[in-house]
């Protein structure tokens, strides 16, 4: 098996301070914390934008803020979300990549019922226009899968040249209204996807540290920090996103993968 990329997704849209003090909100926080992943093993950051309330913000403002202070401490490979904003308008979700062109930014593959939230929309028009301009500025899609038909619809846009080969599968687990965490659905799912692709997975909340030895174990890639999980073990609460990354690390050695160095990652991913 290659070695594992580990990504960590220090803040994501949903928990705050007052979920767990550690959760980075300011661009500052958020870079700082970037960094103490990097060191602990991290190859990859996923990010998430936040306003002066803690709210999901996609000010590109503050995206260009953080990747400045990120890039003034380290080369990890930087992945912008694209949906940090459910109600964000569509040249709202692409205005920082056309300024920033990161190496890599998120593809969520569909809509779907957030069950008791809201409605996560991401209509076809939207997602044509985010995988052409994704191509334009040279950005690799990372294709979020909550459901099992949104790897059909990848398989779609992959015909048509929206999305170009090969593809790189973010598999989402236990999201409310999505595909349920268990083993049988991670093995189900990676069974879908082209035989070049390369995939990495994770579980929301308690089912983070199953679903993160079943991917390492079946050689996927894993994404781990407070977007998904503000826990350490049941009942207690994370120190840090780089707390988290360590034990990920210390996972992959168990299992002989190893964990990629940021030049290793881009060669896996095929980066430019």
Sequence with gaps: MEKAIITVAPTGEGPKKSDNPAVPTTPREIAEDVFEAYQAGAAVAHL???DEDENPSMSTEKF???????????????NLTTSGDVTAEDEIRLAHLRELK???????????????ETLFINHPAFLEKLGYTMQEHNIKPEIEIFDTGMVYNSLFYKKTGVLKSPIHYQFVMGAPGGIPASIENLIFLTRMIPEDSTWSAFGIGRFHLP???????????????????????????????SELVARGVRMANELDRGVATVEEARKILGLA
């Design 48 to 50: 998430h934008m936040r």
């Design 102 to 116: 990161p190496e890599m930014a998120s593809f969520d593959c569909g809509s779907m019922n957030w069950m008791n």
């Design 64 to 78: 260009i803020e953080t990747v400045h202070l990120i890039r003034e401490k380290c080369d990890i490979i930087l």
């Design 211 to 241: 679903i993160m030895a079943a991917t390492l174990a079946l050689g996927g890639h894993v994404r781990i920090g407070f977007e998904d999980n503000i826990y350490y073990t049941k009942g207690k609460l994370a120190k840090s996103n």
